[in-house]
């Protein structure tokens, strides 16, 4: 099967049950995206298919429909995402195991809510768990962001 990640097709010689997360991890060797849960709880393998964040745990790979972004595509060649610099500006990182899926969440939730208020943003970001509890710092980044997006 062929999939389309980060910009970059790929001929899959896997099975269309298996987990996106797994055919990223094991048949590409792309590891942003994380195992927390497996039952799309967590948040921490979130990726972008056709721009929507979804949980690649339970989305089975030949279900994809569409072109896939994980953190490791998220910025330009030569830029980082406006939510990838505001993570680092606000130095939100604490253990990090949740920051790939949190960074995809938040990206995709600003290209639909370019001014979110706190309470979006909270509602957003629900999803993704965080067990360090950084979900301020979180929501200044998605301010930050938000921010700098529109000014872009």
């Known amino acids: 099967m062929k999939l389309s990640v980060n910009g970059v ?23 942003g995206p994380k195992y927390g849960c497996g039952i799309a709880q967590c948040g921490a393998c979130t990726v972008h298919v056709n721009g929507l964040a979804v949980r690649s745990c339970v989305l089975r790979v030949g279900d994809v429909q569409g072109p896939v972004t994980t953190i490791e595509g998220l910025g330009q060649a030569d830029a980082l995402h406006a939510v990838q610099a505001a993570w680092i500006e606000h130095q939100v990182a604490q253990c990090g195991y949740c920051q790939s899926g949190q960074i995809m969440a938040a990206a995709a939730f ?4 370019p001014e979110p208020t706190d309470e979006q943003i909270d509602r957003a970001m629900s999803a993704n768990l965080c067990r360090c509890g950084t979900y301020t ?16």
């Not at 600003?110 to 809510?113: C, F, H, V």
């Open 9 to 31: 097709e790929h001929e899959l010689d896997v099975e269309p049950e298996m987990p996106l997360l797994w055919a990223l991890r094991d048949a590409l060797g792309i590891t």
């Open 110 to 113: 600003l290209a639909i809510q």
């Open 137 to 152: 710092r979180i929501r200044e980044v998605v301010h930050t962001a938000a921010a700098k997006l529109r000014e872009a």
